[in-house]
């Protein structure tokens, strides 16, 4: 017996190594774009253009090898494509294409790394448009391209809904490398996620896999945004791929109870941290040739390859919904009125596309001639969020603020354009009158019946009044002054949905009515509230009246309503009537504490809306913000953040935020997302404040690590460089205009998603007038609706002519609001032929089967959903 011990011995051995799973490691290559930070435009374009070119002839003599052990490449955004879609030849261009396919090189959706929490949401789905056309240019019977990954590296935090808004556009992975720099975030946060591989999850329950490892060394090691480079700069290339492999090896811990990472499959992506340009593929494949063994397999990934393993072998990740708040996000806001020149471009966007899909519909030549500018506004939305804004690198300070111009310029550019074209093109397809009358049309780009006020410029010595062309009913109407121009200001009832309404100017004194607001000095009335503006522009005094005469405004640390942190409220010209009539008042103030700056109020007869407009006429360095103190007990806080409404409180609190890992702060929570709203609210009683040109604010004192979750005061950010002078652009570029627009409304009620961005998007897209030109009229005169949705829950979002032409149909987006799965009907005024669900990039991805022309469609909660639609002749 004793001589077939090591006999049994060794069969057992054998048997337990085979039973011991294989680990599966994937080794990532890229080089991470530092773009205007490490090198200018010129300097990456070539780097972009000279490692692709390298990368393919490595990919041709590695072909023969064992599929785990061939060169692959990792572009980390589409904008490396697209450069080398510029500088090479056509042919040249297909055989990358033909990589990308076979998977050998990969790119994400996005443009470059970006930040993503002060950008609006159609903002981030445009900076990804170039890779939808390259999904639709090279996908056919035979073979097709999809970009499945998305990624956001080196901030150290993560908007929520971003995830749903990635998946609608198609993607299905992304990972995180952060930097662990320039943070205010505490290392050891960074160091113990929740999570290191899971889903990552919008509030429509879409998802992406992520993986997001726990930094608990450099930047340039697992967990950064350089994991396959740890920086042991005397050890050699070898020995640090070894290093890697073992860390993963490490890592992947299926046996302990406490596993952190129990899984078999892990991967360290990237390697060129903050180097111009990288060419190290041989050495990748080294490294996983020399570091597999029998139960250890080595591959050289393409990224997707790793998520297609985890997908297949772990189909029940933990899912994570929260948001980590912004950091790197908030540099933007060092160029605060650049950027909100972009914010207003793509708010004004919505109205511009929606007026040029009327005019497409009858002229599908319409813009043809625009498709560069608008490609190329496409690209600087995903540029101009690119990560860098830290400005802290080897490019200057002024250079990378020269680019971000330049960037701002290319979609203010087309925007503009398009908008100005479309206004006047419509004008031309609506058949004017006879004779001397003049006639201007009132668009409404909405997707619900409005009334509300419409400006039409108009010079004219003679009184007039204005008609209804539908109803033959005078619409109230009055005269106003704005940038220096005359307008003829009415209030235009019962604007059709997505559609307008035609108004005729006739001579004659209108109606006499009362004036829509009272004014007494520096005191404002109407039906609605009354309201005092100081000579310093801080609101003093704001009654509800029709909430018991409540009290809207208090005191807080020594700051009021529209409060720019002046030292006394009475410091400034005296108050005055800027515009009154029988539609609106206007009071105005101005004043140079602390900084010169002017502001308009407005009231309207027929609305409770109170329009603020700010403006500051100076240059400024410091950290400026509008206070709205408000009077409220323990309010919560919602917010739109992108492609989500957020409940501004810790996860363990019933909110959106990530809360702490031990001591320490998963997230920062000082400065929040502002897009088109925050409400604060008690349980029957609340405040909605719309916000067209800040991307953030805070709730009180709010700290990186502590969230003033109940607190009554909102201070919107003016501007500034947050977290000290070495961060962002000095002293805002020399700038020194600076405008920014608010709306408030109370309500009597609890919180309600859809009455606040309805409210924000009335306020955010002004009708919108036209002359009347039409020698034919291919619209009616009077009134016509181009699409309605049945659901009142469910908003328009965008309506636009197909990428590749108004003959490819129009593309619709949609976003249900509420948190309730709903069915609406989708109606245009032509019957809907075909009809397709796309992602957001455009890219079809099932059929729809219209009924009797109409489309009903299942929305789930919260979801945004994109459709390309076909209509009858």
């Known amino acids: 017996m004793k001589a077939l011990l090591p006999v049994v011995f060794l069969l057992t051995s054998a048997l337990a190594t085979q039973a011991q799973p294989v680990k599966r490691l994937y080794l990532a290559n890229d080089d991470h774009t530092d773009y205007m930070w490490t090198g200018n435009e010129a300097q990456y374009d070539s780097a972009f253009v000279h490692m692709l070119d390298y990368y393919m002839g490595q990919i041709d003599s590695t072909r023969n090898n064992p599929d785990d052990f061939q060169a692959r490449f990792n572009c980390d955004g589409s904008y490396w494509l697209r450069t080398y879609q510029k500088y090479r030849s056509p042919a040249q261009f297909d055989r990358l294409i033909g990589y990308l396919k076979s998977g050998h090189i990969s790119s994400p959706l996005n443009a470059l790394v970006s930040t993503y929490g002060g950008q609006p949401t159609e903002a981030v789905l445009r900076g990804m448009y170039y890779a939808g056309q390259l999904e639709r240019q090279y996908s056919g019977p035979a073979s097709r391209l999809r970009f499945s990954m998305a990624v956001c590296m080196e901030n150290q935090t993560l908007p929520m809904g971003l995830s749903s808004l990635w998946a609608g556009a198609g993607a299905k992975y992304s990972w995180r490398g952060v930097c662990g720099c320039a943070s205010r975030i505490a290392n050891a946060s960074l160091a113990h996620r929740n999570h290191q591989l899971y889903r990552y999850m919008g509030p429509d329950r879409r998802s992406?896999?992520?993986?997001?490892?726990?930094?608990?060394?450099?930047?340039?090691?697992?967990?950064?945004y350089a994991e396959t480079r740890p920086q042991r700069?005397?050890?050699?290339?070898?020995?640090?791929?070894?290093?890697?492999?073992?860390?993963?090896?490490?890592?992947?811990?299926?046996?302990?109870?406490?596993?952190?990472?129990?899984?078999?499959?892990?991967?360290?992506?990237?390697?060129?941290?903050?180097?111009?340009?990288?060419?190290?593929?041989?050495?990748?494949?080294?490294?996983?040739?020399?570091?597999?063994?029998?139960?250890?397999?080595?591959?050289?990934?393409?990224?997707?390859d790793f998520f297609r393993d985890v997908d297949r072998s772990y189909p029940n990740l933990p899912g994570e919904s929260v948001s980590y708040g912004n950091e790197w996000d908030l540099y933007p806001a060092s160029m605060n009125e650049t950027t909100a020149q972009v914010r207003r471009a793509t708010e004004k966007l919505r109205t511009a596309e929606a007026l040029a899909s009327f005019v497409s519909l009858k002229d599908s030549t319409f813009a043809r001639d625009l498709t560069p500018a608008r490609k190329q506004a496409?690209?600087?939305?995903?540029?101009?969020?690119?990560?860098?804004?830290?400005?802290?690198?080897?490019?200057?300070?002024?250079?990378?603020?020269?680019?971000?111009?330049?960037?701002?310029?290319?979609?203010?550019?087309?925007?503009?354009?398009?908008?100005?074209?479309?206004v006047t093109a419509l004008g031309s397809h609506?058949?004017?009158?006879?004779?001397?009358?003049?006639?201007?049309?009132?668009?409404?780009?909405?997707?619900?019946?409005?009334?509300?006020?419409?400006?039409?410029?108009?010079?004219?010595?003679?009184?007039?009044?204005?008609?209804?062309?539908?109803?033959?009913?005078?619409?109230?109407?009055?005269?106003?002054?704005?940038?220096?121009?005359?307008?003829?200001?009415?209030?235009?009832?019962?604007?059709?949905?997505?559609?307008?309404?035609?108004?005729?100017?006739?001579?004659?004194?209108?109606?006499?009515?009362?004036?829509?607001?009272?004014v007494n000095g520096e005191t404002i009335q109407n039906g609605y509230y009354r309201l005092r503006l100081r000579k310093s522009g801080v609101i003093s005094e704001l009654v509800d009246l029709r909430a018991g005469n409540r009290n809207v405004i208090q005191s807080i640390d020594g700051r009021l309503l529209n409060d720019l942190g002046t030292t006394n409220p009475d410091a400034g010209n005296t108050v005055e009537v800027d515009n009154a009539g029988a539609v609106s008042v206007t009071l105005k103030a101005v004043s140079n504490d602390p900084i010169a700056h002017t502001v308009r109020?407005?009231?309207?007869?027929?609305?409770?809306?109170?329009?603020?407009?700010?403006?500051?006429?100076?240059?400024?360095?410091?950290?400026k913000t509008w206070a709205f103190s408000l009077n409220l007990t323990k309010p919560t806080t919602r917010h739109e953040e992108l492609g989500a409404i957020l409940t501004a409180k810790k996860e363990t609190r019933g909110g959106h935020y990530a809360a702490r890992n031990g001591t320490s702060?998963?997230?920062?929570?000082?400065?929040?997302?502002?897009?088109?709203?925050?409400?604060?609210?008690?349980?029957?009683?609340?405040?909605?404040?719309?916000?067209?040109?800040?991307?953030?604010?805070?709730?009180?004192?709010?700290?990186?690590?502590?969230?003033?979750?109940?607190?009554?005061?909102?201070?919107?950010?003016?501007?500034?460089?947050?977290?000290?002078?070495?961060?962002?652009?000095?002293?805002?570029?020399?700038?020194t205009a600076f405008r920014y627009q608010f709306a408030l409304t109370t309500h009597q009620s609890a919180f309600d998603a859809l009455a606040a961005m309805r409210f924000s998007l009335e306020h955010q897209n002004p009708l919108v007038t036209g002359v009347v030109t039409g020698s034919a009229g291919s619209y009616p005169a009077a009134t016509y609706s181009l699409l309605t949705v049945t659901d009142r829950n469910v908003l328009l979002w965008s309506l636009k002519p197909s990428e590749e032409g108004i003959n490819n149909g129009l593309l619709t987006r949609f976003w249900n609001v509420t948190n309730?799965?709903?069915?609406?009907?989708?109606?245009?005024?032509?019957?809907?032929?075909?009809?397709?669900?796309?992602?957001?990039?455009?890219?079809?991805?099932?059929?729809?089967?219209?009924?009797?022309?109409?489309?009903n469609v299942p929305f789930g909660p919260s979801q945004l959903n994109t459709y390309r639609l076909e209509l009858q002749p």
């Open 665 to 735: 702060a998963l997230g920062r929570y000082d400065w929040l997302t502002f897009n088109h709203f925050a409400d604060l609210s008690e349980a029957a009683y609340g405040v909605t404040v719309s916000n067209m040109d800040c991307s953030f604010f805070k709730l009180g004192q709010s700290t990186t690590d502590s969230l003033w979750e109940t607190s009554t005061q909102l201070n919107a950010l003016a501007g500034g460089q947050v977290d000290g002078p070495k961060l962002g652009i000095l002293k805002q570029n020399g700038a």
């Open 208 to 224: 992406v896999i992520m993986k997001w490892y726990n930094l608990t060394g450099e930047n340039s090691g697992v967990g950064g």
């Open 378 to 422: 496409w690209d600087a939305y995903g540029l101009y969020w690119e990560h860098d804004w830290t400005a802290d690198g080897p490019v200057t300070r002024q250079e990378r603020a020269d680019w971000q111009t330049k960037q701002k310029n290319y979609i203010t550019g087309y925007v503009d354009t398009l908008y100005n074209r479309s």
């Open 430 to 518: 609506v058949k004017a009158v006879s004779g001397t009358a003049i006639r201007f049309y009132v668009f409404n780009p909405l997707s619900w019946i409005r009334s509300d006020v419409a400006d039409f410029a108009f010079v004219g010595n003679d009184p007039v009044k204005v008609i209804d062309v539908q109803t033959n009913i005078e619409a109230t109407s009055q005269v106003i002054r704005k940038g220096g121009r005359p307008y003829l200001r009415i209030w235009a009832e019962n604007i059709p949905s997505v559609g307008y309404k035609v108004f005729e100017i006739r001579t004659g004194a209108p109606t006499r009515q009362p004036l829509a607001a009272q």
């Open 820 to 855: 309730t799965a709903v069915t609406p009907g989708l109606q245009l005024a032509r019957p809907i032929r075909r009809a397709w669900q796309t992602t957001h990039i455009e890219t079809n991805e099932r059929t729809v089967s219209p009924t009797k022309g109409s489309l």
């Open 601 to 623: 109020v407005t009231l309207y007869k027929n609305s409770r809306r109170i329009e603020i407009e700010d403006s500051i006429q100076a240059n400024f360095d410091s950290i």
């Open 233 to 304: 700069k005397t050890a050699g290339i070898a020995a640090n791929f070894a290093r890697t492999i073992n860390d993963l090896t490490t890592l992947c811990d299926t046996v302990s109870a406490s596993s952190t990472y129990p899984y078999n499959v892990a991967g360290a992506f990237g390697y060129g941290w903050d180097d111009l340009s990288t060419f190290v593929a041989p050495d990748f494949i080294r490294a996983a040739q020399t570091g597999t063994t029998p139960n250890r397999r080595v591959r050289v990934s393409n990224e997707e």
